[in-house]
């Protein structure tokens, strides 16, 4: 008994090797940009208040 295609709309291939590099490369590229902008909010905190939540956190 054949199937109808229309329940499975065109299937694509799995992502290259070299398009995950990339992906993964500019996402790495983007939160290293990112991070400054991290720091600056933590600096009016104190290094014992952050110590203080971080077993919270978790």
């Keep these: ?3 109808s295609n229309a329940a499975h709309p ?4 799995p992502a290259s090797p070299i398009r995950n590099g990339l ?3 500019f996402a790495a590229y983007g ?3 990112l991070l400054p902008l991290y720091w600056a ?3 009016p905190s104190g ?3 952050i110590l ?3 077993p919270w956190s978790a």
Excluded at 10 to 13: D, F, H, L, N
Aim: overall charge negative.
């Design 47 to 49: 290094a014992v208040e």
């Design 1 to 3: 008994m054949q199937q």
């Design 31 to 33: 939160m290293w940009g």
């Design 10 to 13: 065109e299937r694509t291939a």
């Design 52 to 54: 203080a939540r971080w």
């Design 41 to 43: 909010l933590l600096e």
């Design 23 to 25: 992906a993964y490369g």
